[in-house]
């Protein structure tokens, strides 16, 4: 009996790993994390009143009192914090207010017509609104002006131009207008203009933590995306449907028969605005109360957080520590923040007690409570009831900022912007104030743009996406993009001359992707790295290929293709080690990136140890010599990336066999004389 050829076993081989491929992969998020701020090791010992433990810092620091992760009592709505916001158009009718100024009014009337001509693809009504909106521009109304730059940016029935728009926006932050700011801020931030970023998102982080959560009439902003990769994102979606949802009815239901841990979740919705419903604290009090009464033990934290800031109910801080005691008792870690935040202000006890406030903070932060180390770190920063120490100061606030507490970045934003306790960094500031500034009043336009996605208006939701994009929100970016993408004609983009053509469409949609992908966003870095590398709708070029991918480090496609380049030298030094390198992170970020990585491996292997062989001239023809099989594989099995070394290979095996098959028909023929001779 004859063994099979080697080289069918491995063809074998190759089919039966191929059936167990999986052909899709999950993507993963970006996360920042910080460590190692090179903190520094200044220290100076307390005053005597310092020390003390019971009295204010020496000099009565009033701006330490401000940096408290506190309630937040002393609050500006946030109209007096984001002026001439979009959220007045869909929140009220600022119109219909005869005491604002004309010009206020002709804009915020031209801004709602403008938005619902966006919903309807009514060119007629959108040209009549920027034509009023460009009339008080010229007069110098700082809103308007910010209009107008983001319509000149984004092109949208006035000539698109950057400089025009860039012009409008310096003017129109010049004036006060956060939104400019932010796009201009944004704008630095993307030419690696540090010193003049770092300004801007700066004072918008501040305002920000002004407003942040804590406002008793805003809601709180959710960036959620609405594509998964390529798909809308329809389990993300179907849960931010608010009070219409499935699920919330099912919540509802049970706490109304009776169940304390549905009336607790039902709090939490009401009083955070989660899952789509808008913020309510009266009806977040009576289901917290409700819960408390049958026996759910969780509600009592809350329930002093809402005493102490008069949220839904009259201020009252003595409430507020009993209910935060009683959930101390219960082990309710964040409890101890907030009594030692009382004991800070001396609200709802006998007098101010820093030393029992430390105890306390210590206790939350045992136990990894965010705010509980922000508030060590505010401690130590200002040397209150503490020895200052900036390094201790900086090792809470990175440990309060790697568990998302916003005033932890702020605080470690100025740090970094002054080189107080760390190395001076504005890179690293900028991005840290970025992260606080778009989580400002401002960025609630991401709940009317979900909101009207959610309604079935794409031309209204793509509109409002567009505007936040300019202002650097990269769920905005890839939201507007993936919209272009998906519904093409139906998104009701608007050009310069009427509604955006095909290319006009693929043009705004490479954009928004590009900035998308350079902050981080995986899908986007390959999509952007895919048409440079292919062609697709762009010219070709390597390089930009290249600096696409490198932009999703964790995205196993993205490092796939990175190798490949490297294996092929295009855009990219031929470097086999590199190459290798690189597959090896492909399969590292994603285990069922096996077979494709093996095989790439393998090629990486043939030419490495054949270089400049027959095996290697093969390798570089089968793409020619075997497209249909490639056409097939793409078609029928995977997308491009897997497809074009899944021919390679099976072209190879292909060649080899047919050349042992003609190997042993030579042999077989230069043996037949010897036979007839014997």
Same mark, same amino acid.
């Given at each position: 009996?004859h063994r099979?050829p #080697?080289v ?7 089919l039966l790993? /191929?059936?167990a491929f999986?052909l ?8 920042l994390?910080?460590?190692? =701020?090179d903190?520094k090791g ?20 009033s701006s330490?009192?401000?940096? #408290?992760?506190d ?9 007096d ?10 929140d009220?009718?600022p119109?219909g207010?005869?005491?604002i100024p ?13 938005v ?11 040209d ?12 110098g ?8 730059g ?15 728009a860039?012009?409008?926006h ?6 006060g207008n ?7 801020a944004?704008t630095?931030?993307?030419q690696?203009?540090y010193?003049k ?16 959560l804590i406002s ?12 998964d990769?390529?798909e ?7 849960? /931010?449907r608010g009070?219409?949802d ?13 169940s ?6 039902l709090?939490?919705?009401?009083y955070?605005g989660l ?5 309510d604290?009266?009806k977040?009090l009576?289901?917290?109360?409700? =819960? ?5 033990? +969780? ?8 005493y102490?800031?008069g ?5 009252n801080?003595t409430?507020a520590l ?7 008792k ?5 409890a ?6 009382l004991?800070v202000k001396?609200y709802?006890?006998?007098n101010?007690?820093?030393t029992k406030?430390?105890?306390y903070?210590? +206790?939350?932060?045992k136990?990894d409570?965010?705010?509980g180390?922000?508030? /060590? ?5 200002k040397?209150?009831?503490v020895k ?14 790697n568990?998302?507490q ?7 934003g100025k ?7 760390v190395e001076?960094n504005?890179?690293?500031a900028?991005t840290l104030?970025?992260?606080v500034a ?9 709940? #009317?743009a979900?909101?009207?996605y959610?309604?079935?208006?794409i ?6 996406y567009?505007r936040? =994009? ?15 993408? +998906? ?12 509604f955006?053509?095909n290319?006009?469409r &693929?043009?705004r949609a490479?954009?928004? #992707?590009?900035?998308?992908s350079?902050?981080g ?5 390959l ?22 991918y490198a932009?999703?480090?964790l995205?196993?496609?993205a490092?796939?293709?990175?190798g490949?380049m490297?294996? &092929?030298?295009?855009?990219?030094p031929?470097d ?11 399969l ?6 096996k077979l ?6 393998f090629?990486v292997?043939?030419r ?8 290697v001239d093969?390798?570089d ?11 097939w ?8 990336g897997n ?6 290979f ?10 042992e ?12 004389p010897?036979n007839?001779?014997?």
């Amino acid at each position: 009996m004859h063994r099979a050829p #080697w080289v069918l076993r491995l063809l074998v081989l190759f089919l039966l790993l /191929l059936s167990a491929f999986p052909l899709s992969s999950l993507g993963r998020h970006l996360v920042l994390i910080l460590e190692n =701020a090179d903190p520094k090791g200044d220290s100076s010992p307390p005053s005597d009143d310092e020390a003390s433990g019971d009295n204010e810092p020496a000099g009565g620091d009033s701006s330490a009192a401000s940096n #408290w992760d506190d309630f937040a009592p002393d609050l500006k709505p946030d109209e007096d914090l984001d002026p001439g916001s979009w959220r007045l158009v869909f929140d009220s009718d600022p119109v219909g207010n005869a005491s604002i100024p004309a010009d206020d009014a002709l804009y915020f009337s031209s801004v709602r017509q403008m938005v619902n001509a966006a919903a309807a693809g009514d060119l007629d009504a959108m040209d009549e609104a920027v034509a009023a909106i460009d009339e008080i521009a010229r007069r110098g109304h700082a809103h308007a002006q910010s209009v107008m730059g983001f319509l000149h940016g984004a092109g949208c029935r006035t000539d698109r131009s950057a400089s025009k728009a860039f012009t409008y926006h310096f003017f129109a932050a010049e004036g006060g207008n956060p939104q400019s700011k932010m796009a201009l801020a944004y704008t630095y931030f993307r030419q690696e203009m540090y010193d003049k970023s770092v300004k801007l998102y700066g004072e918008l982080a501040e305002t920000a933590l002004a407003s942040f959560l804590i406002s008793k009439d805003s809601p709180v902003v959710d960036q959620v995306r609405i594509n998964d990769g390529a798909e809308e994102n329809k389990e993300a979606l179907r849960k /931010l449907r608010g009070e219409e949802d499935d699920d919330f009815q099912i919540t509802e239901y049970q706490a109304q028969k009776g169940s304390s841990a549905a009336m607790y979740k039902l709090g939490l919705i009401y009083y955070f605005g989660l899952r789509g419903v808008r913020r309510d604290h009266a009806k977040a009090l009576s289901w917290f109360l409700k =819960a408390v009464d049958k026996g759910e033990p +969780r509600s009592m934290e809350l329930l002093g957080e809402i005493y102490a800031r008069g949220a839904g109910v009259e201020k009252n801080y003595t409430k507020a520590l009993e209910w935060l005691r009683l959930a101390a008792k219960q082990r309710l870690i964040s409890a101890y923040n907030g009594i030692g935040y009382l004991y800070v202000k001396g609200y709802g006890v006998e007098n101010k007690n820093y030393t029992k406030a430390k105890e306390y903070f210590e +206790r939350a932060a045992k136990h990894d409570d965010p705010s509980g180390h922000y508030n /060590l770190g505010v401690l130590y920063l200002k040397g209150i009831g503490v020895k200052k120490s900036l390094a201790d100061a900086s090792r809470h606030f990175i440990a309060a900022a790697n568990y998302g507490q916003p005033k932890a970045y702020y605080q470690l934003g100025k740090m970094f912007q002054k080189g107080v306790g760390v190395e001076k960094n504005l890179a690293m500031a900028t991005t840290l104030y970025k992260s606080v500034a778009e989580r400002g009043p401002w960025g609630s336009l991401s709940r #009317w743009a979900l909101e009207s996605y959610l309604k079935g208006e794409i031309g209204k939701a793509f509109f409002i996406y567009s505007r936040m =994009a300019e202002m650097g929100y990269e769920v905005a970016q890839s939201s507007a993009a993936w919209i272009l993408d +998906r519904y093409g004609e139906r998104s009701l983009c608007m050009g310069e001359a009427g509604f955006c053509t095909n290319t006009e469409r &693929h043009q705004r949609a490479h954009s928004l #992707w590009w900035h998308a992908s350079e902050q981080g966003n995986e899908h986007a870095a390959l999509l952007i790295g895919d048409a440079y590398y292919y062609g697709r709708g762009t010219d070709r070029d390597y390089d930009r290929a290249a600096e696409a991918y490198a932009h999703s480090k964790l995205n196993a496609q993205a490092m796939f293709n990175l190798g490949y380049m490297h294996e &092929h030298g295009e855009g990219l030094p031929y470097d086999l080690h590199l190459a290798k390198r690189y597959y090896d992170q492909a399969l590292e970020n994603e285990r069922a990136a096996k077979l494709p990585v093996m095989l790439a491996l393998f090629s990486v292997w043939i030419r490495m140890n054949y270089p400049d062989t027959i095996l290697v001239d093969f390798l570089d023809s089968l793409p020619r010599v075997c497209p249909k099989v490639g056409v097939w594989i793409q078609s029928n099995i995977m997308d491009e990336g897997n497809a074009t070394i899944l021919t390679l290979f099976v072209c190879l095996i292909t060649v080899l066999y047919l050349r042992e098959r003609q190997r042993r028909q030579l042999v077989a023929l230069h043996a037949e004389p010897e036979n007839v001779v014997n």
